[in-house]
């Protein structure tokens, strides 16, 4: 990793938190219509992995997407005015915290459904395969995922076909108010992989020079027409499963200690250690940071819903009866 | 243009071979579509002319198919995922409901879902409970779904053409029935609007909205009682879902009368919304209470005479027109 891109990262990770928090902050005070799943301690995943793609590089996400989205180049401001519901969101109002798109940056959609991104990132795979592009798809996905049947059935097919996926697997140890530990009879979901007959690995999705190593290998691989791989990126899910989720089912003892290992904590002291940047740096780029994000939640907050006849536009099937 | 007799399957072979040799963005993909040709033969010869690329065998992974035609339609192909049966669609459900119908919306138009969903439907001898549905009327009742049921070879290939130039997801619909069925059809292609009805046969008695074999079935019921010296108008929707309401109320308005003979269920099935369509803007134009002939609602059973029983035919139908002409004095509709 080269200066720029090593700053680049950090400069997403921080921009990520702090859209985070700020939309955490504006869910409290009534901003945004529905609680909203939050990427809080997940950062160096989105940031490791879009790290080493192209514009026209495709991703597909889940509900918890917003990282991935500004990981992928979305303005935040798009973000954040389509979690609060407003005409000016990526997807002026019509799909949420859970459904953002935005095709020209290659953000093939967020969604809402567990399991339902990765048989969709299989098609865009076989789609670049077919039409002899050197592109990627990544499908984002949880470790409540691994376990549903969409998992099965797409990585075996990406197998099958030797399709250019990069199946991307943040095992935050929660699906919802599951643990991991209660869900999944195996330590590693990437040994799933070799059922598959693919490549899988495991790294720590906290460190985010191994997420980066990771997925440039598993990239260079796909683009050479070698297949699809699995990378399980270890991580912890430090907020609720969404906000105004009380997240009874684990100790506060618990989060806490996972607060140790933050993401950007590491990733800015590797940083100073190594000379990039000094701590003065790292000022100056988080207020640089946290006044983007502070433009953008003012541009969320002042911009108008959508008027109400815009709920009909685009409703699919045109009945011809009056409803 | 010049037609000749060809068979339902062939003319559905005929508008997908042609429109993949029009369009290089459409495929097919599913279980035995390959070599084998698929199950009742809808792709036969299609790897010899366009390679097993583009016409594809897929695991027995139904979501997948489904799941990948939603993905490689987002990236600006045109798949046909093709899944065997209406019943094997259930396991493909999110994807075709959760996905595909409505990708496009939640996008605000920013990608679209150019997919087709092809399946056999309906019965065939003795198939039983897991291989004879009909369920079309869920996907009818999701937003952001077309459905499709042709129930003539002319009307097959013309709406196949139409449902992969179809910028929307739309969901075919081959009835088993009618595969070995003739009829005249255009060597060249063309298309048929989705949402446009037709009159299948003119009458002015009694008009049967009917959908796929029930088309024929109603046919053959109609020549049985012109005997009684009822003349039976028959009108095929084709496409369910944006269906033609206009075509129906102009059918009804001459004869007065409605019965909607469907192969599916009544309890929220297709029958139920022709008639309550009808009854919300046509109360005045009817002359007697409309009914609905359906599948009995049963989990069909396999051995034929219980089978029999359970589904509409001809003799049924003959009989629901002559109850509703009060010319029997026999029970009317049977749930």
């Known amino acids: ?323 | 243009m010049p037609t000749r007799r060809i068979r339902f399957v062939e003319a559905l072979r005929e508008g997908m071979r042609q429109e993949m040799e029009r369009d290089a963005s459409v495929f097919v993909m599913g279980e035995g579509v390959g070599p084998h040709g698929s199950c009742f033969k809808q792709t036969d010869g299609f790897c010899a002319e366009f390679g097993e690329d583009r016409c594809r065998d897929t695991p027995i992974s139904e979501l997948a198919i489904a799941g990948v035609a939603v993905g490689a339609a987002l990236a600006g192909m045109r798949p046909i995922a093709d899944l065997m049966w209406i019943d094997f669609t259930m396991l493909a459900t999110d994807q075709i409901c959760n996905q595909a119908a409505k990708l496009r919306y939640m996008s605000d138009g920013q990608v679209s879902v150019p997919a087709v969903f092809r399946a056999s439907t309906g019965r065939l001898k003795s198939n039983a409970a897991q291989h004879s549905g009909s369920w079309y009327s869920w996907y009818v009742n999701m937003p952001g779904l077309k459905v499709v049921v042709p129930s003539t070879p002319y009307d097959a290939k013309g709406l196949i053409i139409s449902a992969i130039r179809d910028n929307d997801p739309v969901v075919y619909l081959e009835h088993k029935m009618l595969l070995n069925v003739k009829g005249e059809v255009p060597e060249e292609p063309y298309t048929i609007p989705l949402g446009v009805a037709e009159v299948k046969k003119e009458g002015s008695d009694l008009t049967i909205v009917a959908t796929g074999y029930e088309v024929i079935e109603s046919l053959k019921a109609a020549a049985m009682v012109e005997g009684d010296g009822i003349s039976v108008e028959i009108v095929d929707p084709r496409t369910l879902m944006p269906y033609d309401s206009d075509t129906i109320l102009e059918s009804v308005k001459k004869t007065g009368r409605l019965l909607v003979v469907d192969e599916g269920f009544r309890y929220c099935g297709y029958g139920s919304e022709i008639i309550s369509m009808v009854v919300e803007r046509g109360m005045d134009i009817l002359k007697d209470r409309p009914r609905q002939l359906t599948t009995r609602h049963s989990t069909i059973p396999f051995s034929p005479p219980l089978e029999e029983f359970i589904l509409p035919n001809p003799t049924k139908i003959a009989d629901e027109i002559r109850a509703m002409m009060g010319k029997s004095t026999e029970a009317g509709v049977l749930a």
């Open chain 1, 1 to 323: 990793m080269n200066k720029e891109i090593k700053i680049s990262i950090l400069e997403t990770m921080l921009k990520i938190r702090k859209a985070e928090l700020q939309l955490a902050m504006m869910f409290k005070i009534g901003k945004i219509p529905s609680g909203a799943h939050l990427y809080e301690g997940e950062e160096a995943i989105a940031a490791g992995i879009c790290a080493n793609l192209r514009i026209e590089d495709q991703l597909v996400s889940t509900h918890r997407g917003h990282g991935h989205c500004i990981a992928k180049g979305m303005e935040p401001r798009r973000m954040m005015a389509e979690v609060c519901a407003k005409s000016s969101g990526c997807c002026s109002g019509k799909g949420g915290t859970m459904h953002m798109f935005d095709p020209s940056i290659g953000v093939m959609g967020t969604i809402g459904i567990v399991g339902g991104g990765m048989p969709i990132a299989t098609g865009l795979g076989l789609a670049i395969k077919l039409n002899n592009s050197d592109r990627v798809a990544v499908s984002f996905f949880g470790d409540g995922a691994s376990n549903n049947g969409a998992f099965h059935e797409s990585l075996n097919l990406a197998s099958l076909w030797r399709l250019p996926v990069i199946f991307v697997c943040e095992n935050n140890k929660y699906a919802t108010s599951v643990s991991v530990a209660r869900s999944t009879p195996i330590d590693d979901i990437s040994i799933r992989a070799a059922g598959y007959g693919m490549p899988g690995v495991t790294v720590n999705g906290n460190k985010v020079d191994e997420v980066y190593a990771a997925a440039a290998e598993a990239i260079t691989r796909a683009r050479r027409g070698e297949g699809p791989t699995l990378i399980e990126c270890k991580t912890y899910r430090i907020r609720g499963h969404f906000e105004g989720d009380d997240a009874l089912y684990r100790t506060k003892e618990e989060v806490e200690a996972a607060r140790e290992g933050d993401p950007i904590e590491y990733w800015k002291n590797a940083l100073i250690a190594d000379g990039t940047i000094t701590e003065q740096d790292f000022l100056a780029l988080s207020d640089k940071m946290d006044e983007l994000i502070a433009q953008a939640a003012q541009f969320a907050d002042e911009s108008p819903y959508p008027s109400p006849e815009d709920a009909l536009r685009l409703c699919g099937g045109n009945p011809t009866v009056v409803v």
